[in-house]
């Protein structure tokens, strides 16, 4: 996201801001079946089988993302100062992005459509924090993402449950079921930003890709544009995808 991939307003790495574009479409595809599912009654199945997958593969590429722009961030950071502490600068950013977080957790709860307790953005502030002190390392983080995103997993696949909701961040479900229309947890989640900070480490890092192309292809333009404010967008989108649905008749108000 623009506000968490930390990249220098003079130098850009259009490739990143294009990529983070393709997501953001993928994600508004998804959120339009799942609109028309949930709101219009069409007979989609959103929520498993392949289109479950869809959404787990663009979660998997914006977070993914995510840890490379952090990787290009800290680059630059100690370009900028070199052996200075920059924590300060990323709890900021990343209690910011939780307290967006926060700010959609309430309005789903008072708008009755499910409580979103732990969903993208949560996990992206979270993870901008705990991600500091691997921000140094590289290798170190491939080896740490692979068995939480294997521990990710192996919590899902086998359903692991626990009295009350305390550990609903690390992907444990209380015994009593929550409706959260957005739920991504630190396992496997913040191993696919480490993944994401180890590739961004090799291919950025030590400023490997300076003399690069600074400005995307013109077909590719608007992907940029897109990637580069996708905080924006993630905040608009579904607002604009149910009035679109709604103006031309395809679902209606009261289903909301």
Not at 60 to 67: D, R
């Given at each position: 996201m623009s506000t968490v991939e930390a990249v220098g307003k003079v130098r850009r790495f259009w490739e990143v801001d294009v990529a983070r574009g393709v997501a953001l479409l993928m994600m508004a595809l998804y959120h339009t079946l799942y609109d028309l599912q949930s709101f219009g009654g069409y007979a989609i199945k959103a929520t498993s089988g392949f289109w479950a997958r869809f959404a787990d593969v663009t979660?998997?590429?914006?977070?993914?993302?995510?840890?490379?722009?952090?990787?290009?961030s800290y680059s630059r950071e100690e370009e900028r100062q070199p052996g200075g502490s920059t924590f300060g600068k990323y709890l900021r950013r990343g209690l910011k992005v939780l307290g967006y977080g926060m700010i959609l957790t309430l309005v789903s709860w008072s708008l009755g459509i499910g409580v979103i307790i732990f969903g993208i953005l949560h996990l992206i502030g979270v993870s901008i924090i705990l991600a500091y002190p691997f921000l140094r390392f590289r290798l170190v983080n491939l080896i740490l993402a692979i068995p939480l995103i294997a521990l990710g997993i192996y919590i899902q696949v086998n359903d692991v449950y626990m009295s009350g909701p305390w550990l609903l961040p690390l992907g444990i479900l209380p015994d009593s079921p929550i409706f959260m229309p957005d739920y991504r947890p630190l396992l496997p989640w913040f191993g696919v930003i480490l993944l994401g900070l180890f590739v961004g480490k090799i291919v950025y890092g030590n400023r490997k890709r300076e003399r690069g192309s600074v400005s995307a292809p013109r077909p590719a333009g608007p992907l940029a544009f897109l990637g580069r404010n996708s905080l924006l967008f993630y905040f608009v989108h579904q607002p604009v995808i149910i009035a679109t649905l709604i103006l031309f008749g395809i679902i209606k108000l009261g289903s909301l």
């Open positions: 979660a998997f590429s914006f977070l993914f993302l995510v840890g490379v722009s952090l990787a290009i």
